[in-house]
């Protein structure tokens, strides 16, 4: 699935995201995962913002909604 599909989806139904969409749409965006500890990822881009996303699926609405805010959605 594209990128472009996948946040018109995390827009249209924030509860049904998994954790390996959102992981594409923060790289497609130049965020990198740069730690893992136990079930929480964090992403940093080049900027320095860090997002905290708990792997889990499905993601809860307000990591989504974190995200979309994060990429100017």
Do not use: C, W
């Not at 018109?8 to 923060?26: D, F, H």
Request: charged share 35%; proline share 3%.
């Amino acid at each position: 699935m594209g990128v472009e599909k996948i946040i018109k989806k995390m827009e249209r139904q924030p509860n049904g995201i998994r954790y390996n969409e959102i992981s594409k749409v923060l790289n497609k965006y130049g965020y990198e995962l740069v730690r893992s500890k136990g079930s929480h990822r964090h992403f940093r881009n080049n900027q320095g913002d860090v997002i905290t996303i708990k792997e889990e699926n499905p993601l809860k609405a307000v990591y989504v909604k974190d995200v979309l805010k994060r990429i100017g959605r």
